[in-house]
């Protein structure tokens, strides 16, 4: 329809399409690990326009693969010109996944802008991994071979299963900001919670408690053990200083 052919031109040049960030914080030191990339899209007639509306509109007509490529290039660009300490995430949907496409738009975004590939995060959901065929796990070998990290995002939703702790590498586990929010008033969620975070410190994995807003929701993930927060508390998610000026003239 309409969106798909405006999203088909957009990407001729671009121009409409920016990439947000969101800082991740350790919560023991405050500094920031990483910042996650949010595709945001500018569309002259209909104003922004979500990712979770979009996304599914290029996953569908196959514009997800010169968008992933605009939006993992961007990224790692962005990012060196920040801390050497600080990541990139990048999200990746699982029609991303498998066909050569991913690991040759990475290790391109690597070359051509220089990032260091470590500095480099793929953020993938559990629902990504569920056709878990062997494509999958070939681009995972590939990415960490080239020595990019590897998220689960969104972790307690969906199809949670321990098999993908068990079957994947992953070097950061993200708790879903639905169970930090309940945290606090619900034992039974704050027990998930600290299970995934013990978890985590068993496996010598990072556990992010994503979707933090509050004082109180700081203290609970603090609390249950979670190493790392995002979320609006620290900062939503905003253009890169060079983007930001152009944003401003929009809003
Ligand atoms: O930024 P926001 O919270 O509105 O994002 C909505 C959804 O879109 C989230 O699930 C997020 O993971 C997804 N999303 C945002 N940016 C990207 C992106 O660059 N690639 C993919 N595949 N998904 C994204
Ligand atoms: O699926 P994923 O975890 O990538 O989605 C990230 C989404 O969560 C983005 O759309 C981002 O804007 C949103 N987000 C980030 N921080 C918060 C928060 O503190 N509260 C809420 N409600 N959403 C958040
Ligand atoms: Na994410
Ligand atoms: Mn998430």
């Known amino acids: 329809e309409h969106l798909k052919a405006d999203l088909r031109a957009t990407l001729q040049t671009m121009e409409d399409l920016f990439v947000f960030y969101q800082p991740i914080v350790e919560i023991q030191t405050r500094r920031v690990t990483a910042r996650e990339a949010l595709v945001r899209w500018y569309h002259p007639d209909r104003g922004w326009i979500s990712p979770a509306e979009f996304i599914p509109v290029a996953e569908e007509s196959g514009l997800i693969e ?3 490529r605009f939006i993992l290039h961007r990224a790692c660009a962005d990012a ?3 801390e050497d300490e600080e990541r990139v995430a990048v999200n990746i ?20 802008t220089g990032l260091r590939p470590d500095r480099l995060e793929i953020e993938v959901t559990e629902t990504a991994l569920l056709g878990s065929d062997q494509g999958v796990i070939e ?4 990415l960490r ?24 590498p992953f070097d950061k586990i993200k708790i879903d900001g639905s169970f930090v929010r309940d945290a ?3 034992p039974d969620c704050a027990a998930v919670v600290k299970a995934i975070a013990d978890l985590g410190r068993r496996l010598g994995v990072t556990t992010v408690a994503e979707g933090v807003e509050t004082q109180e929701h700081l203290a609970r993930v603090t609390e249950e053990g979670c190493s790392e927060i995002q979320g609006y508390l620290i900062r939503k998610p905003g253009p890169s200083e060079r ?5 401003e003239a929009i809003n």
């Open 243 to 247: 983007d930001a000026p152009r944003v």
């Open 184 to 186: 606090v008033t619900r």
């Open 139 to 142: 681009d995972f070998g590939k």
């Open 80 to 82: 060196t010109t920040w």
């Open 66 to 68: 010169p968008l992933g």
């Open 93 to 112: 949907s699982a029609a991303q996944f498998g066909g050569g496409m991913l690991v040759d738009s990475v290790r391109e975004a690597l070359e051509e």
């Open 145 to 168: 071979a080239l020595g990019v990290r590897i998220a689960l995002d969104d972790f307690g939703t969906g199809y949670s299963s321990l098999a993908h702790l068990r079957a994947y």
